[in-house]
């Protein structure tokens, strides 16, 4: 059989006796790596170096000072402090049958910014960059959830669950995407109707969830 591709090496395959050759083979080629110069960047947005020079002694000292780019804990030991952005909300409530409407997740689990408003459903961002967004749904027996997530009227995610045949059962769904919000953008969940009638969503088992992932530095 040929050697997996997936697999960096898969010494089972090998006739006897290559599987030393071939181990160390490698190792020589680790070393060989490990020998050679890292590469040193020509320029850097990040650090600068700046010169202290003592007046009662001829030494001096140099060190590594973050831009205003990167926030410094005040008085720690110059590691830089990312911010933060998260927010996972509940819906304690059955919602609906209804549509055209925006979900109003009542319960704050986390809001780390303060940009959740738990009585309307909404976030709104105040750290630009590149956010997570997560929703799960669960409607009734006999029901359906038709949702969409949606950026400042603009849908960006959809969720669609049913119990077409009245099985009995309780039909859930989830979706997750990646998004770039500035400043001001508003970020919410909207049952819709698409011609398919109103959506009934059961209590307790709907989350709403985002997070900062990378900050926006420019």
Request: glycine share 6%; proline share 6%; aromatic share 10%.
């Amino acid at each position: 059989p040929e050697i997996s591709p997936y697999k960096a090496q898969d010494f089972s395959l090998l006739k006897p006796g290559t599987a030393k050759a071939a181990a160390s083979k490698d190792k020589n080629n680790i070393d060989q790596q490990k020998a050679k110069p890292l590469p040193v960047a020509a320029a850097t947005n990040i650090l600068r170096n700046s010169t202290t020079e003592s007046v009662g002694n001829a030494s001096s000292s140099s060190r590594g000072e973050c831009l205003d780019a990167c926030s410094h804990e005040p008085g720690g030991a110059g590691i830089p402090q990312r911010a933060q952005a998260a927010v996972s909300a509940v819906l304690t409530t059955h919602f609906g049958p209804t549509k055209d409407q925006m979900i109003p997740f009542d319960l704050e689990l986390l809001d780390l910014a303060d940009n959740y408003d738990n009585t309307t459903g909404m976030f709104i961002c105040t750290i630009p960059g590149t956010y997570v967004i997560s929703l799960y749904l669960m409607s009734h027996p006999g029901a359906k959830v038709n949702a969409r997530v949606l950026i400042n009227n603009r849908p960006i995610a959809a969720l669609w669950a049913d119990d077409a045949k009245n099985a009995g059962f309780y039909p859930s769904s989830s979706t997750q995407t990646i998004a770039q919000l500035a400043f001001g953008d508003q970020v919410y969940v909207m049952l819709v109707d698409g011609g398919y009638g109103d959506s009934w969503v059961h209590a307790n088992y709907n989350v709403f969830t985002i997070f900062l992932l990378y900050e926006q530095m420019f």
